[in-house]
């Protein structure tokens, strides 16, 4: 795919590295949304990467009033392409639209304000939940644990796109 460049918008560091590691995979610059902004012209063709939250990538929006964006990739809670038709949906992006939506990780100490408070109501609402999952379970174990899964196992999908 013709990608200049990864942008990303991270909150508690998960999204970061895995702009990191693609960058170190593909040899593309990588910027944050905000630095992206100011340092790349209008129109550059670029994969975002953002947080996910109920469903949305954050910043998407605002990288592509801007940028090119070619495909997108949403760092959650969930397991890795667990919530891509969520994504799909909550952008109205189109189903032959590039979207891949990776496992983060939690740190409820690098959450503050809103977010923190959401994800206790989370995890309350979810421990209360009859007949989980295995993916809620999974899910809710991480919520009340905390945890890592950023690696580059994750990132098969979006460097065989990358690479078509």
Known sequence: MNVKAIV?????????????LLAEKTALPVYALDAALKQLPAGTPVLYLGWLMAGSVKGYRK?????AVKAVCGVGLGDTGAQDEAVRK????SADFPVFTLQGGMDLNKLSGLYKFAIKMLTRAMAAQKNRTPGEDRMLALLQAGGDYVGPEHLTGVLAWLQA
């Open 8 to 20: 990303y918008t991270s909150n508690t560091g998960y999204t970061a590295r895995y702009a990191a």
């Open 90 to 93: 909550a952008h109205a992006l």
């Open 63 to 67: 990288a592509a009033k801007r940028f």
